[in-house]
């Protein structure tokens, strides 16, 4: 457990800063996010009943991931995690739409069992865009992006105080299962009173955390009014180009049926 | 603003009801460095959040360069002192140096070209230039406190309020931290159970046992009195063994 917890620390602290290289990590990332963005919407925007369309725009992140030099298979894998929850939102849609659409190898395919794929489908490739558009740019330049693109300080500083907290719970979870695990007599699994008390230590630790962290900014004269960034980024030609070829690609996707 | 610091028949109780601090008297003039000593749970850190403004006493004054903290003064005060937490990590809250030593002096209005002096010159004055695009996750303890550090100089306060400056240092971290602090000609308070670091920094010490006041004097006189420290589950520095 407490391997794990040093792989995921890693891993966040690499994320902070974005560690791609690549044609991609060139651009600057507000057209990175704005077409992430964009992207996004316009594939929310298919209807489920058009699976095959919606399959079609894992295309253009396999072929970002090689020029981020992201291994695609690892957003894959990652991606993955949000499967039991997006299965369940589609579990009512199996359900709820019982009209039978096709018949394969005797096995009746209902609408349900369509939209249900398409939810799944969708859920996948969105988590997939917003992973690689984190692993090449980065937590810290997306933020800088966000707040460049118009959104209010107040959103930024809370989403980018989030990502630090989550690192320093993640280091005082590792620290108690540290603690745990040198008395555990090399016991694999704990019992779940055990869990039950980490937790609500973790919880008392994150609230005496959040104080102390609170203290130390109005200290430094904090008053929620603060303009977090100072972006130095330019937007170049560049940009401006890969935003014009980016946006072609999306609403060729969006738009055009091949059926 | 001139910069001394003065507690009069201060008291502070924590919600709770519990007394933190009982009738502190006590006046820093500028430019000292005191020592403020004590065992654990004897009042230190609660007086040092008092200095900022962070706490406000039950009763009794706290004067920050000859301005009473109040309300209205809050922003003048916390101007003036800057306080250096304990733990490094619950100092340094952004993406990076660059935006951790810039997040107090952009508190305080200037314009970017003067925030991004104020961060190199902190910066300098820490000796820790090099790591202004790093990521505070990314830094030694002794990097992270120097930071912690460079974070409160560049809001160019007049006193410093350090806790604890050297725990979980190692002896070279230390060593340099005692030396930067040296060259210091802030009014420094620095709370700490370090009592070489105390010996070594502050001419002055005052000792806190139970939230009051049990001894106020020069290093010599305090740490000559083996007797006073013992008694206050306190012992002597090796300079004075």
């Known amino acids: 457990m407490s391997r794990s917890l040093d792989k995921i620390l890693f891993e966040l602290e690499q994320v902070a800063q974005g560690h791609s290289s690549g044609l991609a990590s060139t651009i600057d990332p507000r057209a990175r996010t704005l077409v992430a963005i964009i992207f996004l919407f316009g594939l929310l925007s298919i209807s489920l009943n058009d699976i095959g369309r919606i399959a079609i725009w894992a295309l253009p992140l ?100 989030v990502y630090r907290f989550l690192i320093i719970m993640i280091r005082q979870l590792q620290e108690l299962m540290r603690a745990a695990d040198s008395r555990s007599a090399a016991k694999s699994h704990y019992p779940l009173s055990l869990w039950a008390h980490l937790v609500g230590e973790l919880l008392l630790r994150a609230v005496g955390r959040a104080k102390v962290i609170n203290q130390a900014m109005k200290a430094r004269l904090w008053d929620g009014r603060v303009p977090i960034f100072n972006d130095k980024s330019c937007w170049r030609w560049r940009e401006t180009i890969f935003m014009i070829l980016s946006i072609t690609g999306i609403a060729l996707m969006r738009y055009i049926n091949l059926k | 603003m001139h910069h001394s610091l003065e507690f009069k028949d201060l008291y502070y109780r924590y919600p709770n009801g519990q007394e933190a601090l009982r009738g502190i008297n006590l006046k820093i003039t500028h430019g000292e460095h005191v020592a403020l000593i004590g065992a654990n749970g004897a009042g230190k850190s609660t007086l040092q959040l008092l200095t900022n403004g962070l706490l406000m006493p039950s009763s009794g004054e706290v004067i920050v360069g000859g301005v009473k903290l109040q309300p209205s003064t809050l922003r003048l005060i916390r101007q003036s002192v800057g306080l250096v937490f304990q733990d490094a990590d619950n100092q340094l809250f952004m993406s990076t140096v660059e935006e951790d030593v810039a997040f107090g ?137």
């Open chain 2, 105 to 241: 002096p952009r508190n305080l209005g200037l314009s970017e070209e003067e925030v991004s002096g104020r961060v190199i010159d902190a910066l300098r004055e820490v000796g820790a230039e090099h790591l202004l695009s790093k990521s505070p996750t990314q830094l030694s303890g002794g990097e992270k406190r120097r930071i912690a550090i460079a974070t409160t100089l560049s809001m160019t306060p007049s006193i410093l309020v350090m806790d604890e400056p050297t725990a979980n240092l190692d002896p070279k971290s230390r060593r340099q931290l005692i030396t930067l602090l040296r060259g210091f000609d802030h009014t420094l308070l620095l709370a700490t159970h370090d009592m070489d670091l105390a010996a070594e920094l502050c001419r002055r010490i005052v000792i806190l046992s139970q939230g009051e006041i049990m001894a106020d004097g020069s290093a010599e006189e305090i740490f000559l009195n083996k007797e006073l420290l013992e008694s206050c589950s306190l012992e002597q520095p090796y300079a004075y063994r």
């Open chain 1, 62 to 161: 396999i072929f970002l991931a090689l020029l981020c030099r992201v291994n695609y298979l690892s957003l894959l894998s990652r991606s993955l995690i949000v499967l039991p929850f997006v299965a369940l939102i589609g579990l009512f849609d199996i359900l709820h739409e019982r009209e039978v659409v096709a018949t394969l190898l005797g096995i009746r395919i209902t609408q349900g069992w369509i939209m249900a794929l398409a939810i799944m489908l969708r859920a996948i490739i969105s988590v997939q865009a917003i992973l690689l558009l984190i692993l090449s740019t980065g937590i810290n330049p997306i933020c800088r992006a966000l707040q460049g693109l118009g959104l209010p300080s107040l959103f930024v500083l809370q989403l980018m105080m």
